[in-house]
């Protein structure tokens, strides 16, 4: 398809279970992020790639979390040893941009995320 | 820290009335996006606003944004029913990843016949 996709769109997870999220960008973007949503929340940032370089992970809320997009194109998001505080929206972007330019359109496009529930 | 304040957080309109959704935010950005969330769907772009007194309108939607004064508005005109969903603005992190965007909490928009 055209868009960012993710999978699986849902998820349920003991809690002390792994968990591993996948998202496919739009083909040729350079940009890709992550996003948590909890309930009645905004999306907040995660993690942000370059191509397959993690340029920016301040977002990630412990080390149980880990993001890697070692080819440049799908990203893979892993939650180790999942809690319950880690049950949200987890949402996907991607942007066509590498360097924003002054007055350059860096819009993101989202994927329709996972919903992680731990149980 | 950049932060992101949306209000009202909650709003509910008759069709046909007019309303503006107000966004601060704390620190400099030359980015500002407002997208829109149905229930159990992902984000869609509505418009994004780069400079300073840029205005966007799409249908019976409107989007400015002030960098002076750091506040973004999204005007609706004659409101329908169609236009219930969540708004959200985000805001371009400065100075630091360029992709980081900082979402406000949300308006969940209703509008009622």
């Known amino acids: 398809g055209a868009g960012v996709s993710q999978s699986p769109r849902y998820k349920v997870a003991k809690r002390g279970q792994d968990v591993a999220l996948r998202c496919d960008p739009i083909?040729?973007?350079?940009?890709l992020f992550w996003y948590q949503q909890a309930l009645g929340q905004g999306p907040e940032f995660l993690t942000y790639?370059?191509?397959?370089?993690?340029?920016?992970k301040s977002g990630l809320p412990s080390d149980r979390f880990f993001a890697e997009r070692p080819e440049g194109s799908v990203s893979t998001l892993k939650i180790q040893r999942t809690q319950q505080e880690d049950s949200a929206v987890y949402l996907c972007?991607?942007?066509?941009?590498?360097?924003?330019?002054?007055?350059?359109?860096?819009?993101?496009?989202f994927g329709q995320g996972t919903r992680l529930t731990v149980v | 820290e950049l932060k992101v304040e949306q209000n009202p957080l909650f709003l509910s309109m008759q069709e046909g009335k007019n309303y503006t959704i107000y966004c601060n935010y704390s620190?400099?950005?030359?980015?500002l996006y407002w997208y829109r969330q149905d229930p159990g769907k992902s984000l869609e772009s509505l418009f994004v606003l780069l400079s300073n007194g840029a205005v966007k309108q799409e249908g019976r939607l409107m989007a400015s944004l002030d960098t002076k004064a750091r506040l973004s508005t999204l005007h609706i005109t004659a409101a329908v029913h169609d236009l219930s969903a969540t708004y959200f603005c985000?805001?371009?992190?400065?100075?630091?990843?360029?992709?980081?965007?900082?979402f406000g909490k949300g308006t969940k928009l209703s509008v009622k016949p």
């Open positions: 985000a805001v371009g992190g400065y100075g630091g990843s360029q992709g980081n965007l900082i």
């Open positions: 972007a991607s942007s066509l941009a590498r360097i924003r330019l002054p007055g350059g359109d860096t819009e993101a496009f």
């Open positions: 620190t400099t950005s030359d980015r």
């Open positions: 083909s040729g973007h350079v940009s």
């Open positions: 790639f370059q191509n397959e370089a993690q340029l920016d």
